[in-house]
């Protein structure tokens, strides 16, 4: 069982920043991959970035070369720079955990939104 806590959502106004963290706790010493999607309303849920356990990182080309994902230990972030309004949306952090078979975990979600 993983628990997924997520944090840094808020109010920007476009061409701003934000850096979301997402801390996982539980059984994750066998994480396989970290990573950000995002729903907006009206919309289905797309992924934004996520990052495997080799480091190896994946990018929506909405967000690529604006949006960075990283890891530490058990907690991965987004940052989120030259923000858009099309960037409105809940974003949802998600790990991949191995057992035997790949389990997904999803935390609750955080409101960015950006004013133009």
């Known amino acids: 069982q993983v628990q997924v806590v997520e944090s840094g959502g808020g109010l920007v106004q476009a061409g701003g920043s934000l850096r979301l963290s997402c801390a996982a706790s539980?059984?994750?010493?066998?994480?396989?991959?970290m990573g950000w999607y995002r729903q907006a309303p009206g919309k289905q849920r797309e992924l934004v970035a996520f990052i495997n356990s080799g480091g190896n990182t994946n990018y929506a080309d909405s967000v690529k070369g604006r949006f960075t994902i990283s890891r530490e230990l058990n907690t991965v972030y987004l940052q989120m720079n030259s923000l858009k309004p099309e960037d409105t949306a809940v974003y949802y952090c998600?790990?991949?955990?191995?057992?035997?078979?790949?389990?997904?975990?999803w935390g609750q979600g955080t409101q960015v939104t950006v004013s133009s």
């Open positions: 539980g059984s994750t010493f066998r994480i396989n991959s």
């Open positions: 998600n790990v991949m955990t191995w057992n035997g078979k790949l389990n997904n975990y």
